[in-house]
């Protein structure tokens, strides 16, 4: 079962791999030259895949913004790596050179736009009279409180120089947007913050999430392009990864193994405990054999000083508890990126003798939940998903495999 769960998590990443999937989008050369502009996880990799797509004879050049370790060899397009989830120098100098890079477009240019999750922290480029500091300590305080992706990303855009369509906004070249989904919804302002993408929030929209959470804002706010606005009248945004698809390369093959799969949705959100006690509901009264598929972003609200570990370990710490003494249930959470929150694994494994295995061990399975630990939990098991970076974003894999009896 552990293996066959490993297997489906690789075959909904397959489904989003950029080297597969971005060539069959790429546009015809323009009369000049072409600017790839690319920013997030999955930057690299759709770098990489334009490269080796591209026409020899037609000009092109440009920077990619990813994170660190996730980079790729690319010889006509820049590769850089900057901090994430929260911004840092290396970011900033490469969102300046970007920006810059797309200014000095003409109208027989191309803007190509990589556009993947990530990319909000990989392109910042504070406003004016904001500050990187200030910056990286409001998303420091936003990430802490669990801020769905959605209201962190109205904040960030009202205090960028790049991001809610301004990147669109500073070309004068017509904008094709490729864009690998790592939002619930797949709404292309709220992807890497929409750079290319006009934005519907307002700044009072912003100053409300900041607000809510009771955090300063790092400098003054400043409007947005907008739904409407003439700029975007040589703008296209085209999503060509998402969360759907790869569910359902995933139910495909629990399918052809002999399980019945229900795809519950692409877009669940939420506390990550709490999502796992509804799911292990449905468990409880599923058919057999079956699994239940879902994807989407949780949270995590960290309390005290937390502990280690992302919102799919915490989901399957709180799920296996939920699950105590229902028999053949196997899962699987994992991060399509390779990162759970901001360790070193994909996610973890669940069988139906964890909970015996740790207290074999002496692990306090409720007390490390409540600690937000749920990587040292998985960790002592033996459990955790390993993969390293994936370089594609289609946010969180789950799947609840429930077996029939032995």
Known sequence: MRTLLEESFRAAVAAADPLKILPPHLPRPPRGRTYVAAAGKAAASMALAVEQHWPRGAALSGLAITRYAHGLPAQRIR????????????GEAGARELLAGVRALGPDDLLLALV????????????????????????????????PIQEINTVRKHLSAIQGGRLAAACRAPVLALIVSDVTGDDPTHIASGPCAPDPTTIDDARAVLRQYGIPAPGPFTETPKPGDALFGQVENRVIATARRSLEAAAALFAAKGFAPTVLGDNITGEASEVAKAMAEQARNARRPSV???????????RGAGGRGGRCGEFLLALALA????????????????????EDNAGALVSPDTLARAVARGLDARKLLAANDSYAFFSALGDLVVTGPTRTNVNDYRAILLASAP
């Open 116 to 147: 993947s999750g990530g990319g909000s922290s990989l392109l910042s480029l504070p406003a004016q009279g904001v500050t990187m500091d200030g910056l990286k300590a409001m998303t420091r305080e936003l990430l802490r409180c669990g801020a």
């Open 292 to 302: 239940l598929i879902s994807g989407g972003e949780c949270t995590v609200t960290v």
């Open 323 to 342: 699950l105590e003494g229902v028999p053949n249930v196997h899962a699987i959470a994992a991060d399509t990126d390779g990162i759970d929150g901001s």
């Open 79 to 90: 590769v850089v790596e900057a901090g994430h989830p929260v911004p840092d120098a290396a």
